[in-house]
Every structure is written in C-alpha cells, then in structure tokens.
C-alpha cells in the first residue's frame, strides 16, 4: 500500500484471522488488467500473491477480493 517502484515478485497481505479463497477467479478484480493474472496462495492467516507479469511503470494497480476472503 502506498508503494513506488514496487519491482517484487511477491506481496504478502497478513489478516488477524484465517481465511479462505473460494470463488478467487470469478470474484477477483486487477486494475489495470494483467494479461497473466498472478497466483494466490494461503499461508496462516496471510495471502501470498506471486505476480507472473511485469508491471508497468508508473501505474497504480488495485487488486479486488470480491466477496473473497
């Protein structure tokens, strides 16, 4: 949140309780689209995302959960 010149392969987002990914490919929403969308993985309490694409530079990308977690 609130990075610049984020060049990571990895974000890990922590939440006080565990959760669970059910419908992650039709609730999901990346903004600006990606055309290789990245790979979700739960460890604990946190979702480890592992971006396949290169971002662009100086572009804001959002993520939407949806309904999920």
Known sequence: MYSRNFNEEKIKIAFNEFIQLKNINEQL???PPMSILPEFKLKGK???IEIQDIL???TTYNIFFGNDP
Do not use: G, P, Y
Request: glycine share 0%.
């Open 29 to 31: 929403i990346i903004s």
């Open 46 to 48: 946190s979702v480890i």
């Open 56 to 58: 662009k530079k100086n």
